[in-house]
């Protein structure tokens, strides 16, 4: 929850026939969400502009006929709210069979992107019968679109816009739009290039929030078939120093994705195309995988820890018994992280008890 | 950062100079282009019409190396309308009058005719920055990597304090780091002038701190930097052993040529990292570090926030953390205090002998929500600097001049080279160039030259020349694009076969010593 400015009123509302307390000017749906309601949304990101495009999100308010979409629906005083019921559950089943009838693939793997199980994880929820609504489908997949990061699947797609939205309200770029209506929706570049004759800059962010896999993380889904299970660990990228939050995706031994942290303090939810696509480096087969050691012809043989590392040293203890303290200089990184940087100045100070040190901020 | 990145959605007037953010921070610069959307007014000051510049209100295509005059010029402007902050001025700063008398001298007019931008535009960049309430200044390497690198930050924060603009929530001076943990680097002090924690070296009770705990007495004044390391390398008396961590020298430094001399006249070259890098092949011997998803660590970003980096996958073959390498080579000299098992036990040591980390520890930033200065365990850190004070009481004005660059263009190199990154690729392309799909999008490096220069020269797009500088020479593809001003080229030094650190390294920031990357006359000839 943001924090609350001083002046903000307070009111209060009935939802699911609890009393509860809400900050004037939140939706019917923030409010609910924060009471774990878990109201059903598709096109919801909360990020983004709320757009009331799915309906899934729906409730009864007291007063008013109809259900409304919670999203768009600012929460009044003394509303009353009811997030669930049978109407609302039938409402709801209907809209998924709806969406669920016109795509081609409803099981998406979650290498596919962040956001990429949330329609599927509906259609399990409620008890929705996929071919209710079996005749025309809407799509027209642009698979060949040779970007290496990006699948652009639309046959899978629902015209949620969250991956145009995403694009214009969070990254700016405007990469991508929406041309025709109905069946026909197409989500496209201007003049229907490739993405990388357009302006999009690769962030990955139209994947991230793809509710489908419509959108697909084309370097990530190369693992799809790798056994065993998709682990996540939170760290940080290693690229500039906004520090963007990721989750580093594994299997087994091998990193196989990025995906950001939609709550990282610095990105909330962006990445780059460096953050988001450059990190196979990892296992790459330039890796040094064993000390080297320069041999009398200039050339490198590998050789063991224990021989290097004493060789290392003893080079160090020779050049300060003949030149002195002032002749061995050390620098550090600014890539690596602190634990580096601080053994680093820690060799040389309490090694040498001068302040030859250094790092690459200079160049 | 003098202020959080969240702050970036909230100035009335953004200042962009020397930062080509929507390339080199990417996600930094989408909260910018919020705060446009939601109406901020933005001025972009560089040479070339990178993206930012598109997104400006106004933008200034000043001459390279030009900056002290436009701010010069803007602070006289500000200062002649009345827009100055007289509270802020009284209660919080020093010197202001001495300030304020020396930019009646320099009117837009004159800025004009040094920064080659029309005066009503250097006008109108003073008046928006006074009246912008409040205005943010965002710079990257554009404003340090020249000979007058100091006086260029100087003169940005003459316009801050002149207009109140510090300690508020969209306001401030931003450097934007440009390496993951190059503010790290400096919080841990691996810098020549600092212990840890930014404790001066010539200061003697800091140095007393560090011999006892070290256990040896440190010199009570600072090192030398490493351009001068590299200046003395195989000289009597000079630098005869250098232990490098993570870092390509002879890629990324000026002078391509003199760096890798330097580093070959050593006796003992020690080099850590992922890869056999241009630099680790000059070594005697090399040690192979886990690297990025292989290591426990911590970082520190642009806006002062310690996070930390968890390993999600073995380390690669046999390699090893650079904390332990480091210290079982010191130990094995028998240095005292390497002992270390874990990062966690480096980091905790750090914290313990830093005062802007005292409040921290390994466990305490599991959720990286913590901004230095934490000086105690019960305080929440510090998103905004200077609030309420400066560290040092006063905001200091600093009266600063215009200088030429080190070199400027003559008749032999009449053309300016400017150099910088790329947002597909990544400083000397160890780990972006060995990432697949990123060749897609960046496969090969070009000079930018602009339509007219084009013509004259008689080049065509595509069409590789020789470009030379007093250092020496390269072969290079030309794009031609409007990107670059009429007689300014551009380059990356991302790419091994186009090595423009070959032709860089003029002069260097007398005070930091900070190489002047950004300006180097050259000569483009065909082949």
């Known amino acids: 929850m943001n924090q609350i400015a001083d002046n903000t009123r307070i009111c209060t509302m009935t939802l699911d026939g609890d009393d509860v307390k809400f900050c004037e000017g939140e939706t019917i749906y923030e409010v609910a969400e924060r009471h774990s309601k878990e109201v059903p949304t598709l096109c919801y990101d909360p990020r983004l502009e709320a757009f009331g495009a799915c309906r899934l999100c729906v409730v009864e308010v007291e007063g008013i006929r109809n259900p409304v979409a919670s999203c768009t629906t600012k929460a009044t005083e003394g509303m009353i709210v009811r997030t669930k019921n049978d109407t609302l559950d039938k409402h709801r089943t209907t809209l998924l069979e709806m969406v669920a009838s016109e795509n081609r693939n409803n099981t998406v793997d979650e290498l596919a992107g962040y956001a990429s199980q949330e329609l599927g994880n509906l259609l399990k929820r409620y008890p929705v019968l996929p071919g209710r609504f079996a005749g025309k489908k809407s799509g027209n997949s642009n698979t060949d679109d040779l970007n290496p990061f990006i699948l652009r699947d639309y046959d899978n797609c629902i015209s949620c816009y969250r991956c145009v939205r995403v694009c214009a309200e969070q990254e700016g770029d405007h990469a991508i739009n929406v041309m025709n209506r109905g069946f026909d929706t197409q989500i496209t570049t201007e003049f229907g290039n490739d993405l990388r004759d357009s302006s999009c800059t690769f962030c990955g962010q139209c994947v991230a929030t793809c509710p489908t896999g419509a959108l697909t993380d084309k370097k990530a889904i190369r693992a799809k078939d790798t056994p065993g299970e998709v682990k996540k660990t939170r760290s940080v990228c290693i690229y500039c120093g906004v520090g963007c939050s990721i989750d580093i995706l594994t299997k087994g031994d091998r990193v196989v994705g990025i995906q950001p942290a939609m709550d990282g303090p610095a990105n909330e939810g962006a990445l780059c195309v460096k953050g988001q696509y450059a990190f196979d480096f990892v296992h790459h087969p330039d890796r040094l995988t064993k000390p080297l050691i320069r041999q009398k012809d200039g050339t490198f043989r590998e050789a063991e820890w224990d021989e290097a590392l004493q060789k290392a040293a003893e080079g160090f203890l020779k050049v300060r018994e003949k030149h002195g303290n002032h002749a061995t200089y050390g620098i550090a990184s600014g890539r690596a992280p602190h634990e580096a940087a601080y053994s680093m100045q820690k060799f040389i100070r309490a090694g040498y008890g001068t302040n030859y040190i250094d790092n690459c901020s200079r160049a | ?527």
């Open chain 2, 1 to 527: 950062m003098s202020n959080p990145l969240r702050d970036m959605e909230h100035p009335d007037l953004i200042f962009c100079i020397g930062t080509n953010m929507t390339e080199c921070h990417p996600v930094a610069a989408t909260r910018l282009k919020k705060a446009i959307a939601k109406g901020a007014k933005m001025i972009v000051a560089d040479p070339r019409e990178i993206h930012l510049a598109k997104l400006a209100d106004l933008h200034l295509p000043i001459r390279v190396g030009s900056d002290v005059a436009l701010l010069l010029a803007m602070a006289h402007v500000i200062a002649r309308e009345g827009l100055i902050d007289r509270e802020f001025i009284d209660a919080r700063t020093a010197d202001s009058e001495e300030f304020l008398s020396h930019v009646k001298d320099f009117t837009p007019e004159w800025a004009s005719e040094i920064c080659e931008v029309p005066a009503a535009d250097i006008e109108k960049a003073g008046l928006w920055f006074g009246e912008g309430s409040p205005s943010a200044i965002f710079y990257t390497l554009g404003i340090t990597e020249h000979i007058c690198g100091v006086d260029n930050v100087q003169s940005l924060c003459n316009l801050a304090l002149m207009t109140g603009n510090l300690g508020i929530e969209g306001g401030g001076i931003n450097p934007m780091r440009g390496q993951n943990n190059i503010q790290g680097a400096g919080d841990c002090g691996a810098v020549p002038n600092n212990f840890p924690g930014f404790q001066p070296c010539g200061d003697p009770a800091s140095a007393e701190k560090f011999s006892k705990a070290y256990g040896i007495d440190i010199e009570a004044n600072p090192g030398i930097t490493k351009v001068t390391a590299l200046d003395l390398c195989g000289k009597e008396n000079g630098i005869h052993a250098i232990l490098i961590d993570g870092e390509n020298t002879v890629v990324t430094d000026p002078d391509m040529n003199h760096c890798r001399n330097a580093l070959q006249s050593l006796d003992h070259l020690v080099v850590i990292d992922l890869f056999l890098t241009e630099t680790a092949q000059l070594a005697d011997i090399v040690f192979p570090a886990t690297g990025f998803a292989e290591t426990d660590g911590v970082q520190t970003n642009t806006e002062r926030r310690v996070q930390r980096l968890r390993a999600a996958v073995p380390a690669v073959g046999e390699s090893k953390p650079d904390w332990w390498i480091i210290a079982q080579i010191a130990q094995r000299m028998g240095t005292p205090g390497f002992e270390f098992e874990s990062a966690k036990e480096v980091f905790n040591e750090l914290c313990s002998l830093s005062p802007i980390y005292e409040g921290l520890d390994w466990d305490r930033i599991e959720n990286s929500e913590y901004q230095w200065p934490v000086p105690d365990k019960d305080h929440s850190g510090t998103p905004r600097l200077h609030e309420k004070e400066f560290k040092n009481g006063r905001g200091l004005f600093k009266i600063i001049g215009y200088r030429d660059p080190a070199e400027i263009i003559d008749d032999e190199y009449p053309v300016w080279l400017t150099t910088g990154r790329r947002l597909q690729s990544y400083h000397s392309r160890t780990q972006t160039g060995r990432s697949s799909g990123i060749d897609y999008l960046l496969s090969e490096e070009t000079l930018e030259v602009n339509p007219d220069d084009a013509k004259a020269w008689n080049l065509e797009d595509g069409e590789f020349v020789k470009m030379a500088s007093r250092r020496g020479e390269i072969q290079i593809k030309v794009r031609v694009t409007e990107q670059s001003p009429k007689g300014t080229v551009f380059a990356s030094f991302s790419f091994a076969s186009v090595p423009v650190n070959v032709l860089t390294g003029g002069g260097y920031d007398p005070v930091t010593q900070t190489a002047e990357l950004k300006v180097c006359p050259v000569r483009i000839s065909k082949l």
